[in-house]
């Protein structure tokens, strides 16, 4: 069965702090891994990660792959009380047995205090 | 930008009640997907459809079922509702070959009581 774990569960950080999230997965056919952001309603797409080392970056957010390790990192520096917010990493799997079903982990709540 | 559109936004039903909610993909969008989120829990694949075919199941309880029409636009019909049915439910599209085009729905929420 696919599994993505996700650490830490919670964090609660100070402004201006820089966070890491991870993700790790075991899956039987990986195509992409996925960061998304949960506020109240429907997930928010972040980045989509499937060569290992290349780092892509949105403003504070950046993120890495790394496929011998099966996990990700997420980066958030200079964290702003706006970055509080579930943070699912999901990985996708490809066809012909799944038109890219997701996998999420069980999520990181991170809340940034003023 | 046009998006996915989920109906309705909340909905409140009894035990062994009926739910169906909707859900209107991306326009071009080939595949639709269901999901279903628990309190607290991170969201568990229920089915996919691909060109109206269904194209994967995930834990779909026997109670739901779903389809796609020749609109691209889903249903999922709930039967016999149970008080753990209670959550959110989105629904994402996706054109086959854009990973990164899992666009999600703002969700149903579901609440039995």
């Known amino acids: 069965e696919d599994k993505v774990v996700q650490s830490p569960l919670s964090l609660v950080v100070h402004e201006g702090d820089t966070v890491t999230l991870n993700c790790s997965y075991e899956?039987?056919?990986?195509?992409?891994l996925l960061w998304y952001k949960q506020e109240k309603k429907a997930p928010t797409f972040l980045f989509m990660l499937?060569?290992?080392?290349i780092e892509k970056k949105s403003g504070r957010l950046s993120s890495i792959l790394d496929k011998k390790e099966l996990s990700s990192i997420l980066n958030i520096t200079a964290t702003q009380t706006g970055d509080s917010a579930i943070y699912l990493c999901a990985v996708g799997t490809p066809p012909p047995t799944s038109y890219g079903k997701l996998t999420f982990g069980q999520g990181t709540i991170l809340t940034v205090h003023p | 930008a046009a998006g996915v559109i989920q109906s309705p936004r909340h909905l409140i039903k009894e035990k062994r009640e009926t739910a169906t909610l909707k859900c209107y993909p991306i326009p071009r969008h080939d595949t639709v997907y269901w999901y279903q989120q628990g309190p607290g829990q991170d969201p568990q694949f229920l089915i996919s459809?691909?060109?109206?075919?269904?194209?994967d199941k995930g834990s779909i309880p026997d109670r739901f079922s779903a389809q796609q029409f020749s609109d691209y636009h889903s249903e999922l019909n709930m039967s016999s509702l149970e008080l753990g049915d209670s959550a959110l439910y989105f629904c994402a599209s996706s054109l086959i070959g854009q990973g990164a085009g899992y666009t999600f729905g703002s969700g149903t929420r579901l609440t039995v009581v």
């Open positions: 459809f691909y060109e109206k075919m269904q194209s």
């Open positions: 899956v039987t056919n990986f195509r992409s």
């Open positions: 499937t060569s290992s080392g």
